[in-house]
């Protein structure tokens, strides 16, 4: 099996170590780093539900790293049983997160490629099947450097940029999206200063964002959700810039909960509010936000705070982990191809054809 080098001053949320997966564990961040290893598709699956690792592409990659350790796994000489058994396997990796499309267009890509070569020898598609996995792991980094490239233009020197929950380098193979884009204005020598929302219940922005930026010594400030308007109202947000879970074909963006009330907002106080997101998160089969599926997740991130219990005993509780922002209310939206202003349906058709 092949294995990248780790270089452990670039933060990367999967690396690969001997046949095996090293993930680390997000839930754990900021106090403790622990990496832990994984080697079979279940235990992948379960890394992937239980948000060890996160955000919409890091998800899709590790699906693909699931996918390539089920197959590797598969005890028959015969292309067509092992193609059968491999949709199994790609079915229980697809069962763990509804929201992020990634998800399923990393699997997608990968029965494909085993559909595409079902010819070839069980062997030959074990070994096809590793390749095209670590090469949608690599292939996300190198993306989201384009992404930064096309989005940085967007942040004008100075500006302070609110994001919401992480879409950073912990939620892709590495480098980020909307953080991308503000690695990105840093690295053209723009001063940026970031405001990071702390997005309650799974607290991705406290925990992972302000972790992250504070790493790079890239300027963050730490609010709690119910704070943006009234910074937006005294003038000290320039701009909002999140990433995607799954983008509709009009542009309608689910994302983390909370981000649609940013968006709202942001449209009330003339604030420019930014996507950024590859294209693998555009799903042109759903005409618009209404038919994303939104994950439900378990009442006790509500109700409690690791094993601290914030709530009363038995209280009715609601825990969306998303929400859609409808694309009215969205300025651009930012892809490894370019930028589309409006004209949403239009242009993210263009961006998925060119792939
Ligand atoms: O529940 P999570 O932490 O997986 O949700 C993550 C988000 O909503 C991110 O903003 C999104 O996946 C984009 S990550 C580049």
Not at 122 to 140: C, F, H, R, S
Not at 238 to 263: Q, S
Not at 313 to 333: E, Q, W, Y
């Amino acid at each position: 099996m092949s294995s990248c080098p780790i270089d452990t001053s670039v933060i990367r949320p999967l690396r690969f170590v001997a046949g095996q997966c090293q993930m680390l564990d997000q839930r754990l961040l900021p106090s403790e780093e622990v990496w832990l290893n994984y080697s079979t598709y279940q235990e992948v699956a379960t890394a992937i539900r239980d948000m060890v690792v996160r955000g919409a592409p890091a998800i899709g990659v590790a699906a693909a790293i699931g996918a390539w350790f089920g197959a590797r796994d598969i005890d028959t000489e015969d292309s067509a049983e092992f193609y059968r058994q491999f949709e199994a396997i790609c079915e229980v990796l697809a069962a763990t997160r509804p929201t992020a499309v990634n998800l399923f267009w990393a699997l997608d890509r990968m029965k494909r490629f085993a559909h595409a070569n079902l010819d070839r020898s069980v062997n030959e598609l074990k070994i096809g099947l590793e390749y095209e996995a670590l090469a949608i792991n690599q292939e996300d980094e190198m993306l989201n450097r384009k992404m930064g490239r096309h989005g940085e233009v967007l942040l004008p020197d100075g500006a302070r940029v609110l994001t919401h929950c992480n879409a950073g380098a912990l939620a892709t193979a590495g480098y980020g999206t909307a953080l991308g884009v503000i690695r990105a204005a840093v690295a053209a020598g723009k001063r940026i200063s970031v405001l990071a929302d702390e997005t309650r219940p799974f607290l991705q922005g406290a925990r992972l964002t302000a972790w992250e930026l504070q790493k790079e010594n890239i300027p963050v400030t730490l609010i709690c959700d119910n704070m943006a308007g009234y910074l937006m109202s005294k003038g000290e947000i320039d701009c909002v810039i999140v990433g995607a879970d799954r983008i509709a074909a009009n542009g309608d963006v689910a994302n983390k909960i909370g981000t649609y009330t940013v968006a709202v907002l942001a449209k009330e106080h003339n604030i420019p509010f930014y996507v950024a997101a590859p294209v693998s998160t555009i799903d042109l089969s759903l005409s618009d936000g209404s038919q994303i599926p939104i994950e439900e997740r378990h009442s006790r991130e509500v109700t409690h705070m690791k094993d601290i219990q914030l709530a009363p005993d038995g209280v009715k509780v609601r825990n969306p982990a998303f929400d859609v922002t409808p694309h009215r209310l969205i300025s651009a939206i930012i892809t490894e191809h370019g930028v589309a202003k409006g004209q949403y349906d239009k242009h993210l058709a263009e961006m998925v054809n060119r792939n």
